[in-house]
Each structure stands twice: as structure tokens, then as C-alpha cells.
């Protein structure tokens, strides 16, 4: 017997239309109503089929019907940015003595906070809902997941590639870096407030090392670089005063591959050195150069 739904199969493209009794087909206002009845019913399996419920990927789900997908149907609500930072005063020794009332409690909330946007809702459904790693966690399904993330616009998967982040561990801590981005500042938000599901066993901690000055690269210094340039060969990385350096004295290969701000680290770049950066600016938007022995993002 053959399957009652199959992927082979595509949807129905029309509805079985209403009709009027032949007694009745000669009648103009009951031939209007039922061609209207038709028109609609098309009209709802047309959008039935161009808007199927549980992809919402797709363009056509946004706002509220993407809320209603996300937590009717995964169960995982649209995520909250927040600032918000909260104090709570009451019990003995919790405040400097004689500053409130007696047996009083005092609880203040200030900051601010915001629903996240459609976009990164469904960045957030696709880090749950993934499959594709695996359910065994390792440093490698995380990187493919913070990729994703941040790389994969309204939840689209994306060939990951061995850019950032770079991930190190230490014990049972993470430390997740990357350079500066509106999405990874989301991220390091998400993560803290425990919004991405992540094993609970481990600790995580998201930093941005890499930041782009209104075009020129300053770094968060990680304790790898070094802070002078004395004893370094020609073409070593350095900070500056957290300014991203280059010791002088080599020629750029004209053939070295281009290096962008937006697919480096720290360590990486600290590791390729800045001697085959080009001296002048390439033009290509991301790109690093040497401007004088400073760093610099066209």
C-alpha cells in the first residue's frame, strides 16, 4: 500500500471547487457567491503552500506568526536582550549600618531591555534545532554553532570554515573570542543570559579581541602579545598601546592570500604575522593593511 504523504509527492496546487445543484445554476447571486467561496478557499491553500508552518526560515514567517511557530510549535520563546541590572538590600549586614529602616527590605531595577528581532530569533531556533553536528558535544559543535549563528542570516545554515571564533579551553571553561560584530555582541548577550542551550557541566565565556576603530585594529591585548617590539623579527605582530603594530623590514608577497578582519583572531593573526599585509589600501572592504607599521581594516 503506498504511503499516505511522501516528500515525492507535491502539494495539491488547487482546491475541489464548490458548485451550485443544477436547479440552481441559473441563478447570477448564488453563481457570485459560490465563485467567491472558491476564490477564497484558493486564496488560503495558496498560502498554506507558500508558507509552510514549520520552516520558518522562510520569508514569509515573521512577527507575531514566528512567535507563534517558535513557541507553539518548539516550544522556545523569542529571546530578550537585556541590561537590566537588579539590587536587592534585606537580612543583617547587607548594607552599610543606619542606611535604611529597620527590618526593611529594598529592591531597585534599573536598565533597559528588548525583544530580539526576527532575524536573530530564528538564529536562535536553528542553534536548538540543528541537527546536522550531532548530539555530542565538543569543540567542534560549538564552533560550528557560534558560526551558524553568526554567520547564517533568519536562521540559514552556512558551510562552516575554520574561521573565528577561536575557541580555547581551560579546565571546564570555555573563552570564546572573535572580532567585534553587532551579531557576536548578541551572542556574548545570549550566552550570559543563558538563551543558547549549552552544556551545563561547563563554563562559557565570550570576549571580543579584535575591534575595528574607525578603520584601524586595536586589540583587547590577550596576554600572547607582546607589548613591545624590542627583540621581535621583522614582520612580528604587536600592541601598540592596543593598537595592532607591525614590526618593519619585509616586503609584502604580492601573491600572500588576503587576510579580512571579519574571518581572523588574535591568535591567528598574532600566529600569520602582519609582514605580507599590503602597504597600501587595497580597496576591499574588511581587508587588513600595513599603514605605517599600524594596522589597518579597509
Known amino acids: 500500500m503506498a504511503p499516505i504523504e511522501s516528500f515525492s509527492n ?6 475541489i471547487q464548490s458548485y451550485l445543484y443544477q436547479e440552481y445554476a441559473d441563478d447570477d447571486d448564488l453563481q457570485a457567491f459560490v465563485d467567491s467561496y472558491n476564490s477564497l478557499a484558493q486564496g488560503y491553500l495558496d498560502w498554506f503552500n507558500g508558507t509552510p508552518l514549520g520552516l520558518y526560515t522562510s ?5 507575531p506568526l514566528l512567535d507563534w511557530i517558535g ?5 522556545i520563546k523569542r529571546p530578550v536582550l537585556s541590561s537590566q541590572t537588579t539590587m536587592r538590600l534585606a537580612g543583617f549586614n547587607s548594607a552599610p549600618f543606619n542606611s535604611g529602616a529597620f527590618n526593611t527590605m ?3 531595577s534599573s536598565g533597559s531591555s528588548a525583544l530580539v528581532s526576527d532575524d536573530i530569533y530564528k538564529r536562535v531556533l536553528t542553534w536548538h ?6 548530539q555530542f558535544f565538543s569543540i567542534q559543535w560549538l564552533k560550528n554553532r557560534i558560526n551558524r549563528f553568526l554567520n547564517g542570516a533568519n536562521g540559514s545554515d552556512y558551510a562552516v570554515l575554520q574561521n573565528p571564533p577561536s575557541i580555547t579551553v581551560s579546565g571546564y571553561t570555555f573563552n570564546i573570542s572573535s572580532p567585534q560584530s553587532a551579531i557576536f555582541t548578541i551572542l556574548q548577550q545570549l550566552i ?3 538563551s543558547l ?3 551545563f557541566i561547563y563554563n562559557f565565556t565570550v570576549e571580543i579581541y579584535l575591534i575595528n576603530n574607525g578603520g584601524v585594529l586595536q586589540v583587547l591585548a590577550p596576554a600572547s602579545w607582546p607589548s613591545s617590539p624590542v627583540s621581535l623579527p621583522a614582520g612580528s605582530i604587536w600592541s601598540d598601546g592596543g593598537v595592532a603594530a607591525v614590526v618593519p623590514g619585509i616586503t609584502p608577497n604580492p601573491a600572500a592570500p588576503p587576510v579580512f578582519f571579519s574571518e581572523t583572531s588574535a591568535a591567528s593573526l598574532l600566529s600569520l604575522g602582519g609582514g605580507n599585509l599590503p602597504l597600501t589600501n587595497p580597496g576591499d572592504p574588511g581587508q587588513l593593511w600595513n599603514n605605517g607599521g599600524v594596522i589597518c581594516i579597509s
Open 10 to 15: 507535491t502539494p495539491l496546487a488547487t482546491v
Open 59 to 63: 520569508p514569509n514567517i515573521t512577527g
Open 71 to 75: 513557541q507553539g510549535v518548539y516550544d
Open 106 to 108: 529594598t529592591y531597585s
Open 129 to 134: 534545532l540543528y541537527r546536522g553536528d550531532g
Open 192 to 194: 550570559a543570559n543563558g
Open 197 to 199: 542551550a549549552l552544556p
